[in-house]
Nanobody
Framework: QVQLVESGGGSVQAGDSLRLACAVSGRTFESGDMNWYRQAPGKEREYVARIMWSDGGQGYTLYRPSVKGRFTVSVDNVRNTVYLQMDDLSPDDTAVYFC?????WGQGTQVTVSS
């Protein structure tokens, strides 16, 4: 059974950084893809970033325009974990962040950014 577990959320000030982690179990990790989504209070869930990798490499990444240049998604094939490094955070980044692959979703981790 595939399981995704996010961690790394917290409360920070504008301009700070956080690194979210999505630990994956129940599937091989030499190749795959992972999406990050977020959902702010009262808003729909929105796509944030995506990474696709194969043969144990880092792969190809995509970002929504508002986070490009501030967020970086990467994969650790040894730890079976996908990371979302978030720099220069703003209050608009406040949301619950989820990782997703195929039909599997993590439980989410809260990120709160105060001005």
């Amino acid at each position: 059974q595939v399981q995704l577990v996010e961690s790394g959320g917290g409360s920070v000030q504008a301009g700070d950084s956080l690194r979210l982690a999505c630990a994956v179990s129940g599937r091989t990790f030499e190749s795959g893809d992972m999406n990050w989504y977020r959902q702010a209070p009262g808003k729909e869930r929105e796509y944030v970033a995506r990474i696709m990798w194969s043969d144990g490499g880092q792969g190809y990444t995509l970002y929504r325009p508002s986070v490009k240049g501030r967020f970086t998604v990467s994969v650790d094939n040894v730890r079976n974990t996908v990371y979302l490094q978030m720099d220069d955070l703003s209050p608009d980044d406040t949301a619950v962040y989820f990782c997703n692959t195929d039909e599997y979703w993590g439980q989410g981790t809260q990120v709160t950014v105060s001005s």
